[in-house]
């Protein structure tokens, strides 16, 4: 039943302003809480252009490109962050922190 469900919603493709538009340098003057709030409306902001359908349809196992993109961003965005700790070092502590007062939950291993 679920799979004649799938069937009938149409693919999308994902929205064009489907990135991040942060980047870990603009946080060097920002506190914890501060970081941890663009992260969380960053990942509102793509969760807004992700129908639940497509969620469903990716978690069948169906090839669905706006989950797909979705997660790219997310490795986009650790990538980033690590990146950024690796040449920053003293802040990685900030980010370990960000990861405790995060609303979301960033379920991504960024600090390391």
């Known amino acids: 039943m679920v799979e004649k469900i799938v069937e009938l919603v149409e693919p ?3 929205s064009p302003n489907l990135f991040w538009h942060w980047e870990p340098r603009q946080a060097k003057d920002l506190h914890v809480e501060q970081i941890a709030d663009v992260i969380n409306r960053g990942t509102l902001s ?3 252009h992700v129908r639940f359908e497509d969620c469903l349809r990716h978690a069948l196992d169906y090839a669905e490109r706006s989950v797909e993109t979705l997660v790219s961003q997310y490795r986009c965005i650790a990538f980033r962050i690590r990146c950024y700790l690796r040449e920053h070092p003293t802040v990685t502590k900030t980010y370990h922190q960000v990861e405790q ?7 991504v291993p960024i600090s390391y």
């Open 46 to 48: 793509l969760l807004a």
């Open 101 to 107: 007062v995060s609303h979301l939950g960033l379920n």
């Open 12 to 14: 999308t493709c994902p």
